[in-house]
C-alpha cells in the first residue's frame, strides 16, 4: 500500500485550513488547534510552503499565513511530489532481480497513474469535493 507521509499530510490540511479562508490571515497556532497537532512539526512545514511559493507570509503583530495563489492555482500532483522525498513503492533498488522483474516496470506504472489523477485535481476541487469541513475542526 501506498502511504503518503505526515509531512505531506500536514503540507494539505495547512493548505485546506488556509483555502477556507481566502481572505484571511490565520496563524500557525490557529492551525494546530484546529487539527489537534503539534505547532513544531507545523512550523516546519509551512516555512517550506512558504518557500516552495504556497503560502504567503506577513510578520508582525497582526501577521500570519495565506495562500499565495488562489485554491484554483495549486495543484495536489504538484504539491505532492514537492513534499514526498521519495516514491520508491517497493525497495527494487537493492533486490537483485530487479533487472529482471516484471513488478518493477507494474509498480512503476501504478505510481504514474497515482500521480496523474492527483495532477488532475487543485485545492478548490479537493475542497468542492465533499462540502464544507469547517463545523468538524475545533475553530470557528
Same mark, same amino acid.
Given at each position: 500500500?501506498?502511504?503518503?507521509?505526515? /509531512?505531506?499530510? /500536514? *503540507?494539505?490540511?495547512?493548505?485546506? +485550513?488556509? &483555502?477556507?479562508?481566502?481572505?484571511?490571515?490565520?496563524?500557525?497556532?490557529?492551525? &494546530?488547534? *484546529? +487539527?489537534?497537532?503539534?505547532?513544531?512539526?507545523?512550523?516546519?512545514?509551512?516555512?517550506?510552503?512558504?518557500?516552495?511559493? /504556497?503560502?504567503?507570509?506577513?510578520?508582525?503583530?497582526?501577521?500570519?499565513?495565506?495562500?499565495?495563489?488562489?485554491?484554483?492555482?495549486?495543484?495536489?500532483?504538484?504539491?505532492?511530489?514537492?513534499?514526498?522525498?521519495?516514491?520508491?513503492?517497493?525497495?527494487?533498488?537493492?533486490?537483485?532481480? &530487479?533487472?529482471?522483474?516484471?513488478?518493477?516496470?507494474?509498480?512503476?506504472?501504478?505510481?504514474?497513474?497515482?500521480? *496523474?489523477?492527483?495532477?488532475? /485535481?487543485?485545492?478548490?476541487?479537493?475542497? *468542492?469535493?465533499?462540502?464544507?469541513?469547517?463545523?468538524?475542526?475545533?475553530?470557528?
Amino acid at each position: 500500500m501506498m502511504r503518503l507521509t505526515r /509531512y505531506t499530510d /500536514y *503540507a494539505m490540511r495547512v493548505l485546506l +485550513y488556509l &483555502a477556507r479562508k481566502p481572505d484571511s490571515l490565520c496563524s500557525i497556532a490557529d492551525i &494546530a488547534r *484546529a +487539527y489537534a497537532i503539534s505547532q513544531n512539526h507545523l512550523m516546519k512545514v509551512v516555512n517550506d510552503l512558504v518557500n516552495a511559493g /504556497y503560502l504567503e507570509s506577513v510578520r508582525g503583530r497582526y501577521g500570519g499565513i495565506r495562500l499565495a495563489k488562489p485554491a484554483t492555482e495549486i495543484n495536489v500532483g504538484a504539491l505532492v511530489r514537492h513534499t514526498e522525498d521519495d516514491f520508491d513503492l517497493v525497495g527494487c533498488g537493492t533486490c537483485i532481480i &530487479a533487472p529482471a522483474c516484471g513488478l518493477t516496470s507494474v509498480l512503476d506504472e501504478a505510481l504514474q497513474s497515482f500521480l *496523474a489523477t492527483l495532477d488532475r /485535481y487543485s485545492l478548490a476541487d479537493v475542497i *468542492a469535493r465533499r462540502g464544507d469541513f469547517g463545523h468538524l475542526l475545533k475553530v470557528s
